[in-house]
């Protein structure tokens, strides 16, 4: 099985710190996980949240399969994630006594051929923050440079 499938979601290590992370299942239809093994898929807008004491993830993008029929899925549609009962009830504790939020940070295929989710909570950044990261990432690639030459 080719576990190449590795869909990341950049901005959030941009807009947000992260703090903790988890990996939850997804419940998907047929067509979509044959979309996901051909990368045809987009977390970059989504978010996590809880509806019912489970766990959703919303907006996440998974493109129609081509060699699919008339059962295709939709391609934005609330997908389950799947997570045991003590880390959904830990997960709801630091979202609602810290004030973090969920996100999706990156799409993975397993070696046994299951989607995997992994969501991190995290805490907003502010402007300021954001710049200093990018000044720190400027800074260490001129250090590495340097030191190459």
């Keep these: 099985m080719d576990n ?3 869909i990341k979601n950049r901005k959030a290590r941009y807009e947000f710190e992260l703090v903790d992370k ?12 044959k979309s996901i093994r ?13 509806i019912k004491n489970e766990l959703w993830i919303r907006n996440m993008h998974i493109a129609e399969y081509t060699h699919g029929n008339v059962n295709n899925h939709e391609p934005i549609r609330d997908r ?9 009830e830990k997960i709801r504790k630091k979202c609602d ?4 939020t969920l996100v999706p940070t990156r ?9 995997k989710l992994e969501i991190a ?8 923050d954001k710049r200093d990261n990018i000044k720190q990432r400027d800074s ?9 030459s």
């Design 140 to 148: 260490q690639r001129a250090m590495d440079r340097a030191m190459k």
């Design 107 to 115: 799409l993975f295929i397993t070696k046994r051929g299951f989607a």
């Design 121 to 128: 909570t995290a805490k907003g950044k502010k402007l300021h």
């Design 97 to 100: 006594e810290k004030g973090l």
């Design 22 to 33: 988890y990996t939850a299942g997804i419940q998907l239809k047929g067509t979509e996980i």
């Design 4 to 6: 190449t499938i590795n």
């Design 38 to 50: 051909m990368s045809k898929a987009d977390i970059s807008a989504s978010f996590c949240l809880f």
């Design 80 to 88: 389950k994630l799947l997570l045991n009962k003590k880390e959904l």
